[in-house]
């Protein structure tokens, strides 16, 4: 069986084909339930019970919202740059599922552990304006063009930033490796004696992201909802999985970057035992 | 054999893409295929064994550079058939260019031994380093002298550029920085005990500094004296 996996071409491409999905499938369940959480969220504030008709708790509510888009007719609009139009959507949703390939969940593992890991998130991530752009743009629409702009703008003056937080980190561990980061961290996390940079790293990740406070490019009272406006169905949901997957990456390197990956708080691993490869 | 394939894919995309770049007509277009021609070369890097190079191509040029490409692009408004007639009429410098650069590649390539070993020779790395850390000993330790200027000259490059479009309009808001220091408290705040339920513009006001920003302004600038004089005349007729 190992000798299967481990030495033919056929067995390694279905060992990497597993490793993939065993990345994929978790990470859109997690934004499956990330959406519903949100959304159960927001109705509590507002004092609405929100999503609670389809499953225990609307547990299933995500799985219908998925049905209902894929079932939903691809309106392409008039004078819109089809090929661009239909390749904005599977950019944007492939670049973040491919940002996944480096993320480390434990000591060594990740899909692909390359020695220029953090590079490769940025490098990812900074290629993300160019779904946003080209959706805009494609769309023949000024609401979505105008959205585009904004969005991008925004996108890559905070990307800026977030190149100069991860500088300072890297500075402090001297690898550009992931799993090299978390395992410097093994001591003491590094938010700790990093937090100035800690703060300005989340409020970035906010900003790369389009979330509230920085939703200014959806701009709902007078963009509608930025650059996505003209798009419905599978399209749209590419863009809504993509986006959400992308919180989700930030998420996971500010836990990378700053809380220690999976290694408890302040050295405590050496308590119950756990042992950690030096880097 | 799996890399040699590859290498083929990304070189004939990149051939493919640079040529669209300049035969394609909707200018947006020609941007997406420079992207893709930058995207592809970052892939030869990476089978060539440059990690690090292939990354810092995609982050700056695909990242940064072709992002402002498209900004542009996207918010001109382009003439086609202004653009026919410049073609017509620089065709002639055009291909003179061209033969000059042509000729000179030939008188190159003419000269150009390959050895047929070099191009397995040239991945081998340092032992024990890693991509970056060896290009960090290289430029850091070894070349710093050249790094450092190479660094000075493109610093010269960005004053120049932020020279040459800089333009006074007086239209900037700029401060005396003396005056805005030596102002005080008692200068530009003033607290007023509001009897309860009187109208407060009866009673001057909510705004009633001491001194104002047209005093610090610098000449020449927005809101300053003489600036602000003439916009009252204009408004008073006098």
Known sequence: MAQFFYHTLAGQIILMLLETLAVLVPLLIAVAYLTLMERKVMAAMQRRRGPNVNGPFGMLQAFADAIKMITKETVIPAGANRALFLFAPFLTFSLAMLAWAVIPTGNGLAVADINVGILYLLAISSLGVYGILIAGWASNSRYAFLGGLRSAAQMVSYEVSIGLVIVSVLLAVGSLNLNDIVLAQRHIWFCVPMF???????????????????????????LVAGFFVEYSSLAFGLFFLGEYANMILMSGMISILFLGGWLPPLGWHRLHGCRVRSG | MLAQVVFYVFAAVLLLSGTMVISVRNPVHAVLFLILAFFNAAGLFLIAGAEFLAMLLVIVYVGAVAVLFLFVVMMLDVDFTQLREGLQRNAPIGACVGAILFAELVMAFSNWTMAPASAVASVQAAPGLTN????????????????QACGLVLLVAMIGAIVLTLRQTGSGRRQNIEKQHARTREDTLELVQLPLGENVLEQGGFLRPGSSYYEIAVPGSYGSAEQHKEAEKEETGA
């Not at chain 1, 906010?206 to 009272?221: I, K």
Request: glycine content about 4%.
């Open chain 1, 196 to 222: 100035p940079m800690f703060i300005v790293f989340f409020i970035s990740a906010l900003a790369e992201t389009n979330r509230a406070p920085f939703d200014l490019p959806e701009g709902e009272s007078e």
């Open chain 2, 132 to 147: 970056t850390a060896a290009l960090g000993t290289l430029i850091y330790t070894h070349y710093v002298l050249l790094f």
